[in-house]
């Protein structure tokens, strides 16, 4: 079966600095990833997502991830954090279940903290 | 255009009541994936529904249940309410199966 962990459950930086928030899989075959961030009492936003190819990843909002297969894992980064990047960030798997359904398998989640 | 809709926003409910949460899927899309996402965690996958059939389930009980409309709609039952079913009930949809799947805002479920 298919898992994500996400290692820090709260992360805080300032505002203008640098961020990567960790994200490991554990998937048989190929996966399918994504990062997708949830503000107070709304649904989930994807940022961004890797299927195949290239292994640094574009999103929306100046995130980026780069999927390492060596290490199973695809972390994503910010070059320069905005107030407004505070929310909570989830990792999902996308496995293939019977019959060609996608099940999403998400990481418990980072929470991020930006400081003014 | 218009995103994922979710209704009612908020419920609440008493132990061993039933309840039916309701989404509307952007057009076009025929894929309806059900989430359950407890407070302090991340989503957990509860069914997807493709063309009015159940094509995925994950590990819950019984007690819940769905289905999808001709319209492509979802409702989401749930019966014999659990403290444990309070949580947030995210529905997502997708053009097919496998395609990005756009979250729809919530429903707020408490059980009392």
Redesign the interface.
């Known amino acids: 079966a298919q898992s994500?962990t996400q290692p820090d459950i709260h992360i805080t930086v300032s505002e203008g600095a640098s961020l990567e928030l960790r994200c490991n899989y554990s998937y048989g075959a190929t996966p399918y990833l994504f990062w997708?961030v949830q503000s107070p009492?709304?649904?989930?936003?994807?940022l961004l997502?890797y299927f195949s190819g290239d292994t640094l990843v574009q999103g929306i909002k100046g995130f980026e991830a780069e999927f390492k297969r060596s290490q199973s894992s695809f972390n994503l980064r910010k070059p320069s954090v905005h107030w407004s990047d505070a929310a909570e960030y989830?990792c999902?798997v996308?496995a293939?279940?019977?019959?060609?359904?996608?099940?999403?398998?998400?990481?418990?989640?980072t929470q991020l903290t930006v400081l003014p | 255009d218009a995103g994922?809709t979710q209704s009612p926003t908020h419920l609440i409910k008493t132990r061993g009541q039933h309840v039916t949460l309701r989404c509307s899927p952007i057009s076009g899309h025929k894929s309806v994936?059900w989430?359950q996402q407890v407070l302090?965690?991340?989503?957990?996958?509860i069914f997807?529904y493709?063309e009015k059939e159940e094509?995925?389930r994950?590990n819950f009980p019984d007690r819940f249940s769905a289905r999808q409309f001709p319209n492509y709609s979802s409702e989401l039952n749930v019966n014999a309410l659990l403290l444990g079913d309070s949580a947030l009930y995210?529905c997502?949809s997708?053009v097919g199966?496998?395609?990005?799947?756009?979250?729809?805002?919530?429903t707020r479920l408490t059980v009392l």
């Open positions: 994500v997708y009492g709304q649904g989930l936003q994807l997502k989830f999902a996308g293939t279940l019977s019959r060609s359904a996608r099940q999403l398998t998400f990481g418990s989640g | 994922v994936s989430y302090g965690q991340g989503p957990q996958f997807q493709y094509r995925g994950g995210l997502a997708s199966l496998a395609g990005e799947q756009f979250f729809g805002p919530g």
